[in-house]
């Protein structure tokens, strides 16, 4: 076992505090990584307070993991000491069922679907009796640490031409943008709508235009107009403009709406061209009704769309890598978690942060 450290919440109304416990060393085909950075990703907060209702504590978030193998088990071959790579989502699938053998393992339709970097399976069993998080051994304390273990065909390479502490995103935030994108085809000259312009919504727009698409930010803050702009959307609406959703009726060929609560969908399916897409990513809450009948007339599609596939993440890795294309980020200490939380929930950050892990190795190092 490796002694650890790391931020978790005990309960839903509790803060992140340090957290000591226990690393099993990597088995045959496992990668032990030395945590250099770790985004904060809105749904580490719906996890944290329990919104979604499976919450496991305690509770240690970081699903955007970046750092350097530190050792590794004797049958590991794609990765070798001092790589930098990254881990997001998911660490494990049941690698039998028909999405896992086709490569879609974030479908995973196995007994416990697949396995979250924290929190264990997305059906997880119930907690001990003691509270104590069943999947613990299972790695599924997440990247608020300084060490993981993880599977290595779970492991990406991060090309070292991206900017380290910006790569951490792409890791879910960017490769949940990435997977509907080109899911629906996008393609150069397709007009492409945003909606919501957080941390998804920051890389929704730079991946749409840097594959050409022209793109339309849909935003609630009018401060988020110009930046918008110089994300290089061609026009930024204010939702609840009437005469600019009137002027766009009929224009677009896919809307990835990436707000992350539940939001009303009608006022964005008239903007859609026939035989368009509608696509939410950032909610896992219900999605309030809507009229059908926009949906029937002009054979239009409401959609879904989940993380994306382990291929997928290593593909906008290396896309971000050749077009130059990072997320902007905020990096903080990991010391500033709580208050960060807070700031996200007002929607006070442009447009993600990032822990430098640097700052738990110095916190280890005083208490030593």
């Known amino acids: 076992m490796t002694k650890a450290l790391g931020y978790a919440a005990k309960h839903s109304f509790s803060r992140l505090k340090p957290l000591e416990f226990d690393r099993p060393e990597p088995k045959a085909n496992e990668v032990q990584i030395d945590v250099l950075y770790c985004g904060v990703c809105h749904s580490d907060i719906h996890q944290v307070e329990n919104d979604w209702g499976n919450t496991v504590y305690p509770c240690m978030p970081g699903h955007e993991i970046v750092g350097r193998v530190s050792a590794a088990g004797a ?12 881990v997001g989502c998911m660490i494990d699938s049941c690698r039998q069922c028909e999405p896992c053998r086709e490569g879609d393992e974030h479908h995973c339709e196995g007994h416990n679907s697949w396995l979250a970097t924290y929190n264990g399976p997305m059906k997880p069993a119930a907690q001990t009796e003691d509270g104590v998080n069943t999947y613990a051994e299972d790695n599924t304390y997440g990247g608020y640490s300084n060490v993981i273990v993880v599977p290595e065909d779970f492991v990406l390479k991060v090309p070292e031409s991206l900017p380290i502490e910006a790569a951490a995103p ?25 909606v919501g312009l957080g941390g998804l919504g920051n890389m929704a727009v730079k991946l749409a235009v840097a594959m050409g698409a022209d793109v339309t930010v849909f935003t609630t803050d009018k401060d988020k107009v ?23 009726e009929l224009s677009f060929d896919f809307i990835l709406s990436t707000i992350p609560e539940k939001h009303k969908v009608d006022p964005f399916i008239t903007l859609l061209k026939r035989n368009a897409t509608y696509c939410a990513v950032g909610a896992l809450d219900q999605i309030p009704g809507y009229n059908n009948q926009e949906l029937i007339m002009h054979r239009r599609t409401l959609a879904g769309s989940l993380i994306g596939s382990i291929a997928e993440t290593q593909e906008v890795l290396d896309f971000c890598a050749e077009k130059g294309v990072a997320p902007d980020v905020q990096v903080i200490d990991i010391q500033d978690i709580n208050s960060a939380y807070k700031r996200v929930k007002n929607e006070d950050v442009r447009f993600r942060y990032v822990i430098d892990m640097a700052s738990l190795k110095r916190e280890m190092e005083e208490a030593a």
């Open 75 to 86: 049958s590991v071959s794609r990765h070798n000491m001092g790589d930098l790579v990254g």
């Open 226 to 248: 110009e930046p918008g702009k110089a994300l290089g959307a061609s026009r930024v609406v204010i939702e609840g403009d009437k005469d600019a959703y009137k002027e766009l």
């Open 170 to 194: 792409i890791l879910c935030a960017g490769v949940t943008t990435y997977s509907p994108l080109k899911h629906w085809g996008v393609k150069a000259g397709d007009k492409v709508g945003i």
